[in-house]
């Protein structure tokens, strides 16, 4: 998912109207079987959300300067990014390439949004080491039509300048969610505009990707296998979301938190007035550290201990009405290989999408990079074909879960338990 973001509010009916039209000419998404990738001068068109702009256009750079082909980007907004692809997917005017949040991946796969990559997929010696979760969800009834782009993860981010001053061990980050409250409480004794926590509570995204890792680590779940029912109803979520309460009610965190809708969520921290807060791994780039602000990176902890982490980012496949699958496949597994995934995205102090890669020499000189990269095996990345519906859009079920657990005048155990049906059935219904 990257940083967190809030989604169109729009008909996620409408989108999935138009994303129904292309899948009644599924046939038209299969490959023949052909693998193989020119770099015959082609102009190749690609579609990319604006918050992964920077990271492709870093990459299509240099492919355009070592090929003979060339990729033209166009960057469309995140919260328009669904209707344009529904509506051009209808209309079958797809560009040759999209890259797409990755939790929309499911559904455009089931609906016949890309091509069968399959045969391409398995050309690739490595391709048993791509990152897992994205290839889970660009599969759909075994067949592959999507691989991983780009990879954020969420993970706990800590300024050790504050931990030092709070009498902390800046060496030593929380390894449970008691030791995160302990921890957050000693910071914000620290008073002068510091507080000892933060998070998005207006923003459903944000929630998510930070806080239902908190929910794997314990051992439990948030949704089926088949992503059609939500399991968010059981006391070790109770219990996470009471602890969020419980910070907010003691004043741990800013009161802002409650309006904070995502824009402006990781600002607070880059200030270097926020102790301990979990982030998106690309966030490491945003910031500048100083005197005030000295970053350290943890996996997310569980209430008791273990680790987990929301591993979001984007997968990119060939459009289906793409008439130059060969070009836009010698681009998208040049994206995979080890001097793209080293050279180009590891230099940029992104994560590899390839475990075979993951010590690279980027990766060993700053061992936060390597926290990212051992996360990126380790975390989850829900899959359901309703999930935007259901859990980004701000007038959705999550939202209102969310709230209401953790601001309501009750326990966020009876607010689970009253809101879990209307979460059920949106992720079961057709759109």
């Known amino acids: 998912m990257g940083q967190p973001r809030r989604l169109l509010l729009t008909s996620f009916a409408a989108v999935a109207l138009l994303l129904s039209a292309a899948c009644q000419s599924a046939s038209d998404t299969t490959a023949s079987g052909d693998t193989t990738a020119k770099d015959d001068g082609a102009t190749i068109t690609m579609w990319t959300r604006s918050p992964t702009a920077a990271f492709t256009q870093t990459l299509i750079d240099a492919y355009n300067k070592s090929h003979k082909n060339k990729v033209k980007l166009t960057v469309i907004p995140a919260d328009t990014y669904q209707q344009k692809v529904g509506s051009a997917s209808g209309a079958k005017q797809l560009p040759d390439i999209l890259a797409t949040d990755v939790v929309y991946a499911p559904n455009y796969a089931s609906k016949g949004v890309f091509q069968d990559l399959t045969k391409r997929v398995d050309t690739l010696s490595f391709k048993d080491t791509l990152a897992p979760a994205h290839m889970k969800t660009a599969t759909y009834e075994n067949k592959v039509y999507g691989v991983p782009h780009d990879i954020d993860l969420s993970a706990v981010f800590y300024n050790k300048v504050l931990f030092r001053k709070a009498g902390l061990d800046p060496e030593k980050p929380p390894t449970t969610m008691e030791e995160v409250y302990a921890d957050a409480k000693k910071i914000d004794a620290l008073g002068k505009g510091v507080d000892g926590y933060f998070f998005g509570g207006a923003c459903p995204g944000c929630t998510l990707f930070t806080t239902w890792p908190m929910i794997w680590a314990s051992g439990e779940s948030v949704l089926n296998e088949e992503g059609t029912a939500s399991t968010v ?41 926020i102790g301990i807060q979990p982030l998106g791994a690309t966030a490491l780039q945003t910031f500048k550290e100083g005197p005030a602000l000295e970053i350290g990176v943890a996996p997310i902890p569980g209430l008791t201990g273990g680790e987990s982490s929301f591993v979001g980012g984007d997968v ?8 130059k699958a060969a070009q836009a496949w010698d681009f998208i597994s040049w994206t995979l290989s ?9 230099k940029n102090k992104n994560i590899t999408v390839r475990s075979d890669l993951a010590d690279n020499k980027y ?11 051992d996360l990126a095996g380790k975390g989850q990345t829900p899959i359901s074909v309703n999930f935007g519906k259901t859990y980004n859009d701000p007038n959705g079920p999550w939202t209102a879960t969310i709230i209401d657990a953790v601001f309501g005048a009750g ?17 079961a219904s057709g759109g």
């Open 338 to 346: 080890e001097d793209a995934q080293v050279e180009v995205i590891a």
């Open 316 to 323: 990119i496949g060939i459009s289906s009405n793409s008439k």
């Open 233 to 273: 109803d059981n006391p070790t979520a109770a219990k996470i979301y009471e602890l969020y309460q419980k910070m907010y009610a003691e004043g741990l965190v800013p009161k802002a938190v409650k309006n904070e809708g995502g824009p402006t969520w990781v600002q607070a921290f880059g200030e270097g007035k």
């Open 363 to 373: 990766a060993q000189q700053d061992p936060r990079l390597k926290v990212f990269n």
């Open 411 to 427: 326990s966020p155990a009876d607010a689970l338990k009253k809101h879990n049906p209307s979460i059920t059935e949106s992720l």
